[in-house]
């Protein structure tokens, strides 16, 4: 447990680095002079290579076993990314340091999961994936209002950027003392309940397809705070605040769920995922009760898939084989979230209705497919 709650607190400042900073992606994007479609590709590109390079990432940390020194590099490149964005002067530099960061998360997080799972296995799946992710939200809610404050104090954004250096340098500082908890070295003696010493169990390919429609149909906040700015249905300082509410809803939620999986199984990620789709009519077809309504089911579904997803990976995949799973579950994600955001990008300008039918439409069929897969994974606990 010491050693789930140490990554957790690297998470938590980790997040207020970058999530305060992906608060104002969009609006700030907005204010170079992009476009919503370059927006959504941005995103989506950022996403995408923030996935994708986790297969590279997961197959260099099964061989290497190097799980520290690709966790660490991976945090570097993540965090440095952010406060460079104080220097953007036009929306290419931004795009190009909007990736970077993701590319570095790309890095460290299949090697930082299989760390993780290890520890998790002791104290419950579901709870152990649930607690960091909930630690992760924390810092979530903080970076949004960090940017709040700062937003409300220099009223640019440059400087906003610059104040997340703290956040980062405390994020770093964190990792080198979670170090000192490792107990990967002596991995638990775990029972796996599907067959994982050779190939990949057919169940895992059947499980990241419904993953990726998942990832297909899900909006990203960037374009929900390009739509919600665009038409001014709140300020340049409110927009963060609403993510910060959708952080908490997030944070709440992985608790609840990542509990709820241990005891009921995928079951429970279907049911968040109903709740998840209603916040695109909610954000985009609504007026600014709906937008706060719609954001806070978003972050319901941002919880379920935090304590689920990889909690559900780490139960049919074994530990030696893991780093590999991780990677491929994370690169057909990325390419999914990829293919959404653009699409969603692109139709933003067009047809808002196609937008919000193509996002539910996704994310109803992968809440059918993990509902029909419950009884292949039974409860962990």
């Known amino acids: 447990m010491q050693f789930i709650v140490c990554l957790g607190i690297v998470s938590l400042f ?39 390079l986790r297969l590279g990432s997961g197959i260099l940390a099964d061989r290497t076993r190097a799980y520290w020194t690709i966790t660490i590099l991976g945090y570097l490149v993540n965090l440095a990314a952010v406060p460079m964005l104080a220097y953007a002067r036009n929306w ?46 924390i810092g979530a809610v903080i970076g949004p209002l960090f940017i709040f404050w700062a937003l409300a104090r220099t009223r640019t954004y440059s400087p906003a950027f610059l104040f997340l250096a703290i956040p980062a ?8 003392m979670a170090r000192s908890y490792d107990i990967t070295g002596h991995p638990a003696a775990e029972r ?20 990726s429609l998942l990832a ?26 609403l993510y910060a509410v959708a952080m908490a809803m997030n944070g709440i939620t992985a608790l609840i769920f990542g509990r709820l999986y241990d005891h009921f199984g995928l079951a429970v990620l279907s049911a968040g995922i109903v709740v998840s789709l209603a916040a695109l009519p909610l954000c ?7 937008a706060i309504a719609g954001v806070a089911c978003w972050g319901t579904g941002m919880g379920a898939m935090d304590a689920t997803l990889r909690a559900g990976i780490s139960q049919i995949v074994g530990p030696n084989k893991r780093g590999r799973a991780f990677g491929l579950y994370n690169a057909a994600f990325g390419a999914a979230w990829f293919a959404g955001s653009s699409a969603m990008g692109l139709l933003y300008d067009r047809s808002l209705l196609g937008l919000v039918l193509l996002g539910m439409l996704a994310q109803a069929i992968s809440a059918l497919m993990f509902f029909l897969l419950r009884n292949k994974l039974t409860p962990s606990t």
């Open 14 to 52: 980790a997040d207020i680095t970058y999530e305060g900073a992906r608060s104002i992606t969009g609006p700030f994007l907005r204010a170079l002079g992009s476009s919503a479609a370059a927006v959504g590709i941005i995103v989506g590109l950022g996403e995408f290579l923030g996935f994708t």
């Open 92 to 137: 290419q530099v931004a795009a190009v340091l909007i990736i970077a960061e993701r590319v570095g998360k790309a890095l460290r997080n299949p090697a930082r999961d299989v760390l993780l799972s290890e520890a998790a296995i002791r104290v419950g799946r579901g709870w152990g994936f649930g607690l960091h992710a909930a630690m992760d939200q």
């Open 169 to 176: 340098a405390a994020a770093l500082a964190s990792l080198f």
């Open 192 to 211: 796996v309940e599907s067959h994982t010493e050779g190939q990949l169990p057919r169940i895992f390919w059947v499980y990241i397809s419904a993953a």
């Open 216 to 241: 297909l149909g899900f909006v990203d906040f960037p374009l929900v705070a390009y739509h919600l700015g665009k038409i001014n249905l709140f300020s340049r300082t409110g927009i963060p605040l």
């Open 284 to 290: 985009f077809m609504g007026g600014a009760e709906a």
